[in-house]
């Protein structure tokens, strides 16, 4: 969806390096998302934010940080990245009126690769 | 956890063939949905089952919620090459967040 954005598409970084990867969104949603994609598994969460002040771990937030800038920008960095974060990343979001029937919207994905 | 289960995890079929992909949660879900990822792409939402029972249909395409809502399936009738991609079934949960089940890759042979 073009009104998800996902900065950088591709990045290959060495083994320590510190590394962020920046969503930004115009759909004016106030919840954004943070996945990884591994090749056969699901999507798995590892941050999310309702809102500009809150901040929330998901299942596989170990290795990660986040920073939610503003409504429309939500972004992840890797303190220290390693080889098993090699993944591929999508940020998504979500209005938030429906509650339990909340669709997600998601970016095109920023595909990581760790030396 | 909530866990959510897909099978199978791919499945090739011939152009014209049905394919069925499973969905199976650990817990009851509020609801179900259904997002589609082309091959390269990023997943786009589907449809949405909210009551236990629920039937819905897009062209080729018939999602079934189970009436214990704590599984799901997504049946598409003579596929076509358009078909090609990974189908996500993702469920609510009491906590209200959104998980995921593991994807089923759909490969369509011309």
């Known amino acids: 969806d073009a009104d998800v954005t996902q900065t950088p598409r591709n990045r290959i970084t060495k083994t320590g390096k510190r590394i962020m990867l920046e969503c930004s969104q115009t759909?004016?949603?106030?919840?954004m998302y943070w996945y990884r994609q591994d090749p056969g598994l699901g999507l798995q969460l590892i941050y999310y934010?309702?809102?500009?002040?809150?901040?929330n771990k998901g299942e596989i937030s170990d290795g990660y940080s986040v920073s939610r800038q503003a409504q429309a920008k939500f972004s992840l960095s890797l303190e220290s990245a390693i080889p098993n974060q090699t993944a591929l990343y999508f940020c998504?979001?979500?209005?938030?009126?429906?509650?339990?029937?909340?669709?997600?919207?998601f970016g095109p994905g920023t595909r990581l690769t760790v030396l | 956890g909530q866990q959510v289960m897909q099978i199978p995890q791919y499945q090739h079929v011939q152009e014209g063939e049905d394919f069925t992909t499973y969905c199976n949660s650990s817990?009851?879900?509020?609801?179900i949905q259904w997002y589609k990822q082309r091959p390269g792409g990023h997943p786009v939402f589907l449809i949405q089952?909210?009551?236990?029972?629920e039937v819905k249909k897009q062209k080729r395409l018939t999602f079934q919620f189970g009436e214990a809502k704590k599984n799901s399936s997504l049946h598409i009738t003579a596929t076509q090459t358009t078909d090609v991609g990974t189908y996500f079934c993702?469920?609510?949960?009491?906590?209200?967040?959104?998980?995921f089940g593991g994807g089923t890759r759909l490969m369509v042979k011309p």
């Open positions: 998504a979001t979500s209005d938030g009126s429906g509650g339990i029937t909340d669709t997600q919207y």
């Open positions: 759909k004016g949603h106030d919840r």
């Open positions: 934010s309702f809102d500009v002040k809150d901040i």
């Open positions: 817990t009851t879900l509020s609801n």
């Open positions: 089952l909210v009551k236990s029972g």
């Open positions: 993702a469920g609510y949960n009491a906590g209200n967040m959104l998980t």
